[in-house]
């Protein structure tokens, strides 16, 4: 238990280092008692760990629906850190893929490319 | 992932490409024919052998393949870098840098849009070399082992992609013109998803190369912490504190070692110290408010020293 928490510490502490430091916040608003900390630490925390289950769950269910395999689905959330998968919960859809090979393109979108590469546009067939 | 503004444009690189007067190859990247729409794992595959990682594309293709985006993501390449014990460095986007790279021996695996912004073809390719007479940069790409494209066609595709590029490191190796909020990021995500004593050696170059940096003692500190390696961990702490005697974490990060070794009062002291110099109501001092809830619980245990 201790192991976790200072692990979850240290490594929040260094992304909430490399976060603040450039900015240099002062203090400012109303000053939050003692007691309402301690009432909030525990939400807090309980909100950071439920976003980060939540975030997991939400992400392993998008690639199963993608048509990655379940076994390898919760694999590769674990792998994932907190931050990357908020940015894929947002935006799994709309991320660059890389994958098709320029052999594989056929159909309309060639000759889209076509078109594109006559007006000097791409230079996907001339990139040799 | 894409951002809209990019640093430079492609006459700057080709200009700063002028500069570099000698050749470069690294014919010992292996090549892994690409599978239809897998260049993920197949350029995955090249750069992780090349630093001593023994791994297929096929192996590789169930930890970034996503079948009905035909395509692997850049998140998902750089989170299976580190599950194979290597960090992920995502280049500056410049030329520089990527030649810099292939001179350091790293071959670079770079996204490109092949196609335009309105329909883009995304490709992973590994950029292996740079021939200054042909002008031409050298890729694995697709099923083509030693692919020489023109460096103004390659820079196009490459821009089109933001400049997108990393390499695999080995845990120790920090590049020379290294970013170092880039690098201790890198080595925060390879910590946060189950590094080891591999993190250790991480940190441990990052101190050698920016010893005055706080983070990155951090770092060494907590790495050794988590391989139990409390009296190591004290040290790094408590000389970090030397300099820096008001950081708040560091401090909270002290004072759990410190009640993990029996030292209770002190850590209890320790603690408090923390709590003194953390901005109340901040994500900082709450979890701080929580490790010294558990001191205290502990302190009170049977076992109290």
Redesign the interface.
């Known amino acids: ?3 976790e ?14 976060t603040t430091l450039p900015m240099m916040q002062t ?1 400012s608003g109303a ?2 008692s ?1 007691e ?3 009432e ?3 939400r ?2 309980q909100v950071e760990r439920i976003n980060d289950v939540l975030a997991r769950d939400s992400v392993q269910q998008a ?1 199963e ?5 379940p076994a ?1 689905a919760m ?2 959330v ?7 998968l908020q ?2 919960e947002q ?2 859809q709309n ?11 056929v159909g309309i ?1 060639a000759i ?2 076509i078109v ?1 590469e006559l007006l000097h ?4 067939f ?3 | 992932m894409l951002t809209t503004g990019c640093a430079g444009n492609v006459r700057v690189m080709m200009s700063e490409l002028e500069q570099q007067t000698k050749s470069i190859e690294l014919v010992d990247t292996p090549f892994y024919p690409q599978i239809t729409d897998q260049c993920g794992p197949s350029a995955l595959a090249a750069i992780l052998n090349v630093t001593g990682v023994n791994v297929t594309p096929s192996v590789l293709k169930s930890s970034i393949y996503i079948p009905d985006r035909q395509g692997s993501l850049q998140l998902e390449m750089l989170a299976a870098t580190r599950s194979y014990q290597r960090i992920p460095y995502t280049l500056d986007p410049d030329v520089k840098t990527l030649v810099s790279e292939l001179q350091a021996g790293r071959p670079v695996l770079v996204l490109q849009n092949l196609g335009s912004s309105f329909a883009p073809v995304w490709h992973y390719a590994v950029v292996v070399g740079y021939l200054p007479d042909e002008k031409r940069f050298v890729l694995r790409s697709g099923d083509q082992e030693r692919l020489r494209v023109k460096a103004s066609t390659f820079i196009r595709s490459w821009r089109r992609a933001d400049y997108w590029a990393f390499v695999a490191l080995k845990p120790g190796t920090v590049p020379d013109n290294a970013d170092v909020a880039k690098y201790l990021s890198a080595l925060a995500a390879f910590e946060s998803t189950g590094g080891n004593a591999n993190t250790i050696a991480a940190y441990e170059a990052a101190v050698v190369k920016w010893p005055e940096n706080t983070l990155a003692q951090l770092g060494l500190g907590n790495a050794y912490y988590a391989v139990g390696q409390l009296e190591r961990a004290q040290a790094v702490y408590t000389s970090l504190l030397r300099t820096d005697q008001h950081n708040a974490i560091v401090l909270n990060n002290l004072a759990q070692v410190l009640a993990e070794q029996g030292a209770h009062s002190n850590a209890v002291q320790t603690i408090d110290t923390a709590l003194s110099v953390a901005d109340i109501g901040s994500p900082t001092y709450r979890l701080i408010l929580q490790t010294r809830e558990e001191i205290s619980m502990q302190s009170h245990a049977p076992q109290e020293r």
């Open positions: 238990m201790f192991t928490r200072v692990r979850r510490i240290c490594v929040v502490a260094v992304t909430l280092l490399m203090a000053i939050i003692t309402t900390a301690i909030l630490a525990d807090v925390a690639l629906q993608l048509g990655v395999d390898n694999a590769r674990d792998a994932l850190t907190v931050a990357e940015t894929l935006h799994l991320l660059p893929a890389g994958g098709v090979g320029f052999v594989e393109v979108v889209v490319l594109l546009v791409t230079n996907f001339s990139e040799f």
